[in-house]
C-alpha cells in the first residue's frame, strides 16, 4: 500500500515466512541490512506445534522513498 506525504513516500509491504527460526531471522537481518530505506514495523511467530522445527511468520516493513 502506497502513502504519499510532503517529503516522503511510505510503501507498506506485507507477507508470510515459513522455516526455522534461525532461517527467518537471519533473512530479516539481511533484508534489514540490504535495504537500508526499510523499517520492520511488525513481527509476529507462531509455531502450531511444539514438535514441529519451523515456525509461521508474519513480516509488516515499511519502505521509505523521498518524493
Known amino acids: 500500500k502506497m502513502i504519499q506525504g510532503d517529503r516522503l513516500n ?20 539481511s533484508v534489514m541490512a540490504d535495504m537500508t530505506t526499510a523499517s520492520l514495523d511488525s513481527l509476529s511467530m507462531d509455531r502450531q506445534d511444539t514438535e514441529q ?10 519502505l521509505h522513498f523521498a518524493s
Open 53 to 62: 522445527n519451523y515456525i509461521q511468520a508474519r513480516v509488516r516493513l515499511t
Open 10 to 29: 511510505h510503501y507498506h509491504v506485507d507477507f508470510n515466512l515459513v522455516g526455522n527460526y534461525a532461517d527467518v531471522r537471519q533473512y530479516l537481518a
